[in-house]
């Protein structure tokens, strides 16, 4: 197995209760690994959350993260994908004084050539939305810098695999 460092996506499905996200980091916490981004959400299974971490580790490292994860009780699955493995987005908001808008022009030619979105236009600010890749979102945060950013909010990783997961399957057979 690779000792080499690389960025590995880990999802866990895991029933919704209280505390589990202060046992998952201390995990991490513990073998002194930074966690990149988080993204908890709902999964495709009613009742079940699904945990979206990046993190920057070895394969041998991720694979013990994994086992760990799944002494969780309330873990039902951990599983771990390079970036080939995965199709995934972040998102981010900008807010921006709205009088920027209408007297600068290389604002304009910003956003559109970055994808953003304008969300909201009032007197005083104006809000961007911009999905896609890390490096996208800092190319945008860079080049908005430069006219002043009120205020900047970055998600975490969401990810979906390549690969069908088989996660529903393995649920039906495990609530039976």
């Known amino acids: ?25 201390a995990i991490f916490q513990r073998r002194h690994i930074n966690i990149e981004s988080m993204n908890i959400s709902e999964s495709e299974i ?64 910003i956003i559109k050539d970055s994808d953003a979105k304008i969300v909201t236009v009032n007197r005083e600010f104006f809000v961007l939305e911009k999905s896609g890749r890390r490096h996208e979102i800092q190319q945008l945060h860079r080049d908005l810098s430069a006219y002043g950013i009120m205020q900047f909010v970055r998600s975490g990783r969401i990810a979906v695999t390549k690969d069908e997961m088989k996660i529903t399957e393995m649920l039906a057979a495990f609530q039976n």
């Open 46 to 109: 009613e009742g079940v959350s699904r945990f979206t971490i990046v993190v920057n580790m070895s394969e041998d490292n991720v694979k013990k993260i994994i086992g760990q994860i799944e002494k969780q009780i309330e873990v039902i699955k951990a599983y771990y994908h390079t970036d080939d493995d995965t199709i995934y987005q972040e998102s981010c908001m900008f807010k921006i004084k709205s009088d920027l808008l209408f007297e600068e022009r290389q604002i304009q030619n």
């Open 1 to 25: 197995m690779s000792q080499e460092l690389k960025q590995y996506t880990i999802s866990v499905y895991t029933e919704n209760n209280i505390g589990l996200l202060n046992r998952i980091s």
